[in-house]
Structure formats: C-alpha cells, structure tokens
C-alpha cells in the first residue's frame, strides 16, 4: 500500500496542487505586485513603487477604519469567547433537553452574513425606533449593532468547540479534584481551562481572523455610515477599489498591509496560547 501510495503520489496530488497554485498562489503573488504599480486592469498597470504605500498611510480613513477595527476585534474576542464557554459549560452536563439549546444556539451560524445583516438591521432598527433614531445616526450604534449581530452569529460555533474539548477532560481527573477539595470556581480555572487550552487557541485564533476580515455583515448592517466612521478595514478596501476611480493600486496596497498586520497579530495569539499549552 505505501509503496503503491509513493509511486502514485505525484498523480493523486498534481489536481490539487495545479488548482491552489491557479487559484491562490498565483493571485497572491500577482496582487503583491500590483500594490507597487498604478492600475485600472492588470494589463495596464504601470510601476509606481511604494507610492501606493505612503498614500495609504496617509489616508485618515483607511487609518481611523483600521483602529475601529482593532477595537471591533477585541471586543467580540472577549465576549464571544466569554460567553459561548459559559454556554459550553454549561451545557456539556448530562442535562435533559442539551442538544436542543446546542442545535438552537449552533443555528445562527448558518446563515450568511449579508442575510444576517439585514435580519439584524430590521431588529435593531426596530428597537431604536421607539427612541426615533436609527442604526447609522451615531457611529457607536454601528458598532454596538455588529458587535451584536457577530456574537450572534459565532457564538453557537464556538460553543461547539469548547463542549468538545470540556467533554474530553478524564472525569477522574475532575473526581480526584472533588476528593481534594476543590470549589466550582477552582474547578473552572485550574483544572477545566488549563486542560482546554488547545481549544482555546483555536477559538481565539477564529474569532481574531473572522472579527479582521468581516466584510459582508459591516456592508449590509451600515455600509459604513454615518459618513465612514463604520467601515472596517475590509469595507474600505473595497470601497479604494470600486467607488474611488485610479485608487485600484492603492486599494491594493491596502490590502498587503491589511494582510501584514492581521498575519503577525494572529501569529502572535497563536505562538502565546500554544506556550500556555505547553505549560499546561
């Protein structure tokens, strides 16, 4: 079988080498050229060095969209994480009707986010109406809006995680905890999460990527008003491409630094969590 496998590996994996490389590969190393040239098609693009870069830079809305983004990630980091181990806490005890509330709570991530978006701005719009204003009157409703409609949406996801790694502890080892005395908090902190660390950083790491890179909640909840103080950084790279004509290249370059900046910030969690694993 493994001589087999070896003599007929180059075959089994050319199919799907040949179509990462056309389909990422390629389109990666293509989109890094093009944030140092001026275009509007990829056949007319002409090399304009790292001027894209410095108009980025300069650009106070793509800066103050990247802090606003910064703080939209950090709070759907706590509270997401927060409250769906709470949730997967409490539901991975043999409890009558679990797998109801899991299903149920599981539910919300199966819609799409544009879907989503507009559920949730017809609810909340709904609900500050009594006030008379609306979602995109201040920028803090905008954000408080999606904080919401993304806890929604991720929390169920993972809750399911965390169940899974709750309900793989021995249960000799929460009984020898109970035998030397440990309360419900002590059970949490030092015997329940240090041994569900992995999960943990897989959770954290999710919830860091899918908060950056959110798109299609943000344009379908405000689409970045009032004004742009909504955008995230994805809606207004978006925004460089399509509404700005000769900003391509700078979109573009937008794009690199956006990619720099979420790959070292997740890199980061990833390399702290996993040395609390193996402190674990």
Request: charged share 15%; hydrophobic share 55%; with cysteine.
């Amino acid at each position: 079988m493994e001589k087999a496998f070896k003599k007929r590996f180059v075959i089994l994996v050319l199919p799907t080498l040949i179509a990462f490389t056309v389909a990422f590969i390629i389109p990666f190393i293509l989109g890094i050229y093009l944030s140092f040239t001026k275009f509007t098609t990829v056949a007319d693009a002409q090399w304009v060095g790292l001027s894209n870069y410095i108009v980025a830079f300069q650009d106070k809305d793509f800066l103050a969209s990247l802090w606003f983004t910064v703080k939209f990630v950090l709070v759907n980091l706590v509270t997401i994480n927060l409250i769906a181990f709470a949730l997967a806490y409490v539901l991975s005890r043999k409890l009558h009707g679990t797998n109801i509330f899991r299903t149920v709570i599981f539910m919300p991530n199966l819609l799409g986010g544009i879907v989503l978006g507009y559920i949730w701005q017809l609810i909340i719009n709904g609900v500050l109406a009594f006030f008379k204003t609306t979602l995109t009157v201040k920028a803090s409703y905008g954000f408080w809006g999606m904080v919401i409609a993304m806890n929604w949406q991720m929390i169920g996801y993972m809750m399911v995680i965390y169940i899974a790694a709750i309900q793989n502890i021995s249960e000799d080892v929460k009984e020898a905890a109970l035998i030397d005395g440990v309360n419900r908090r002590q059970m949490v902190t030092k015997i329940i999460l240090p041994l569900i660390m992995p999960a943990i950083t897989i959770c954290l790491f999710m919830t860091t990527t899918n908060a950056f890179k959110m798109f299609d909640l943000n344009l379908a909840l405000t689409a970045g008003l009032p004004g742009k103080s909504t955008s995230l950084v994805a809606l207004d790279i978006y925004n460089s491409f399509y509404n700005r004509m000769g900003y391509e290249g700078i979109g573009q370059a937008k794009a690199v630094l956006f990619l720099l900046i979420v790959a070292a910030i997740s890199v980061t969690q990833l390399v702290v969590t996993r040395r609390k694993e193996v402190e674990s």
